[in-house]
């Protein structure tokens, strides 16, 4: 995600729902100015922790919908696995308002998991194929993942959904999905698939398009300000 964003030194950097400031971290160490806001007190709290002897990083508790900077201040803002947990409503207001405080030609890194079409279309056969090898916990795993997603996630989306919301908000867009179907084996779920050579090999197939609109499960879309 960070990576997306091209970072250079003399960048304002701004982490939008920055929870315990593992991002902050890794850019403030290189010299970055650094800006980190969360709406919970608690991650304020345990990213100050984290971040304590960083200068050039600020934590500030504010709400995501409107943010108390003037125009034109960032060069670079990520939102890393958050948008889907504001409703449609407040994720649109959230983009309006970095696209105000991002400079001319800034940018703006956004990623959300899951996919609906794969958790729609895709999901159900994952856990079909869990059942008929005997995974149990997996299963259980799955489903208890799914239960706390529906509790916290208010609104996920398709890349087109997101694509649509980015534009709405006024930024030039690009949205794809993440082509490593099986994230490498590093996913508790797809660590047994990844080791099988056929799901390997279905893998290489199924991260092209039109597949990977369904099986990629990582949304990134970058958006610029014109």
Known sequence: QVGLLELKKDDIFLDVGCGRGDVLLNVSRRGI??????????????????????KNVTLIRSDV?????????????????????????????????VHRVLKKNGKVVVHTAPNLYFIKFIYPIIRTIF?????????EKLNYHRKVAGIVHKNEFTHMQLYRLMKKAGFETNVFLDRNILRNGDSMFTKALAKSPFFSFMAKILKYKPFVYFFGNDIFGIGIKK
Do not use: W
């Open 33 to 54: 100015k650094c800006v980190g806001i969360d709406y919970s007190r608690h991650a304020i709290k345990l990213a100050s922790k984290l971040l304590a002897g960083q």
């Open 65 to 97: 919908t409107s943010l108390n900077f003037p125009n034109n201040t960032f060069d670079k803002v990520l939102l890393g696995d958050m948008i889907e947990h504001l409703s449609k409503g407040d994720g649109l207001k959230c983009l309006k308002e």
């Open 131 to 139: 059942s008929m090898s005997g995974r149990k916990s997996l299963i």
